[in-house]
């Protein structure tokens, strides 16, 4: 057999194991692993470096319409960005149109979606809930969209889901086996701490206290419970929100799985301000080591990026008034690096455990494993090769078309000098060499 593409002499790393040999590639796939010698249109010498599965990042917002604006990065600058930073798959989100069905927010971002150069799944965000809609979600699962996503506040901005109505929903989503996916904080704490704070983008993190994420956790853990569905928590920020699933893990049997963001687990309130403004926001250092041991013990199985990424003259519009910022930070392309720099040299985890975060964890939760987040004979071709050493981080070398960086000066290893996604090459010593090749990924659910 001829092959497209063979890696040869790689260190081969996966989350179940380490080996070194030679990966071919063909029409997309894997088709063997092992020691190749047969012929192939490209030869890739990995000479020793570090091979990874392409790594998955579930929750990105491209080309997102938010705080009357736009997000920096549409589907064409974010997967380009995301590739630079080993991504091959992203999850994103629908967005909800006035008066569409759930199956119209879907046909409409999947046509958005179609300037990637990755592969993309997504979730469907529901708001403005009635019972009249419950064929929704079964309409959505048989499109290939089986998580759907709730927010617990944002009332202001119509997008919250009040708790019968969670419940509802929850029932309908655990017939067909999807993920309620929830951005879980109190609105009631948020609406009365945001009208006391002074409004200037440094008092921000003061408005949205941490005990309204331990609060809204507790919430939907319990309709979890009485319901069956498989609950996601999004964006774990705070040491009262890692409780808070603690107690949920203990007391009950509920399907959980929690997700946490590079900047809650590298910077705390003391670098927030109007550009670092996210929600929830940054949090103090105590918060910041509860997360990482939750991400040691496995309360937080996966790490994923909320790329959601505005420039600096977007983000002025709040400089009176912190309630006018476009929240949300560029990060799909610095997520790998700084996950895997700081819990491994900083908190002693060991690289494999790291790459389960970003790999086989996200993909089997998901329900697109093993066609994601494992080098096998079978999956999709899509291979991360790590560079050997670091490399320092400004905006000048990232790719959003945000233009800045939180991690501006940061010194980071693991970003990749290969980047393979279903057999194509995107990235390759640092240039981008891709060709328009995402395709729509579904993931998981039954479809009755």
């Not at 001829?2 to 071919?24: C, H, M, Q, W």
């Amino acid at each position: 057999m001829k092959y497209d593409i063979v890696i040869k002499n790689a260190d081969i790393l996966t989350p179940l194991e380490r080996f070194s040999g030679d990966i071919a590639i063909k029409d997309e796939k894997i088709v063997t692993i092992g020691t190749i010698e047969k012929y192939a249109d490209i030869e890739i010498d990995a000479n020793g470096r570090i091979v990874l599965p392409g790594l998955i990042d579930v929750h990105v917002h491209f080309d997102l319409r938010v705080s009357n604006t736009t997000t920096a990065d549409d589907f064409y600058t974010g997967s380009i960005s995301a590739a630079f930073g080993g991504i091959t798959t992203v999850i994103d989100f629908t967005d909800p149109l006035p008066h569409a069905t759930l199956p119209e927010c879907i046909s409409k971002r999947l046509e958005v979606a179609k300037k990637s150069f990755i592969d993309y799944g997504l979730h469907a965000v529901i708001v403005n809930w009635e019972s009249s809609r419950k064929e929704e979600i079964k309409e959505a699962v048989e499109m290939g969209v089986a998580s759907f996503k709730f927010f617990t506040t944002y009332s202001e901005s119509e997008r919250r889901t009040d708790t019968p109505a969670l419940l509802e929903c929850f029932k309908e989503i655990a017939k067909y086996k999807g993920i309620a996916m929830v951005h879980s904080e109190d609105d009631e704490i948020v609406r009365e701490f945001t009208q006391k704070t002074k409004k200037s983008p440094e008092n921000y993190p003061y408005a949205r206290p941490s005990i309204a994420e331990g609060l809204a956790i507790r919430t939907v853990s319990y309709l979890a419970e009485k319901t069956g569905v498989k609950l996601h928590i999004a964006h774990l920020s705070s040491e009262e929100g890692v409780n808070a699933v603690k107690e949920a893990v203990k007391n009950s049997k509920i399907d959980i799985s929690v997700e946490t963001a590079p900047h809650y687990l590298w910077l705390t309130k003391e670098e927030a301000g109007i550009y670092n403004s996210v929600c929830p926001p940054l949090r103090e250092k105590k918060d910041r080591l509860a997360l990482w041991e939750a991400v040691k013990s496995g309360i937080i199985s996966i790490v994923s990026s909320d790329h959601c990424a505005f420039t600096k003259e977007q983000k002025d519009i709040g400089k009176e008034d912190f309630r006018k910022i476009p929240y949300g930070l560029p990060g799909v392309e610095t997520i790998w690096p700084l996950f895997y720099t700081a819990g491994h040299f900083s908190y002693s985890i060991p690289i494999q455990q790291l790459l389960s975060f970003m790999t086989i964890n996200p993909a089997k939760r998901f329900g697109i494993y093993p066609k994601k987040g494992v080098i096998a004979p079978g999956s999709d071709a899509d291979i991360v090769v790590l560079s050997e050493g670091s490399r320092l981080v400004t905006s000048g070398v990232l790719h959003s078309a945000s233009e800045y960086t939180p991690y501006e000066g940061a010194k980071l290893y693991g970003f990749p000098d290969i980047v393979i996604s279903r057999g194509h090459i995107l990235v390759k010593d640092g240039r981008f060499e891709g060709k328009r090749s995402g395709k729509f990924i579904r993931t998981g659910g039954i479809r009755e």
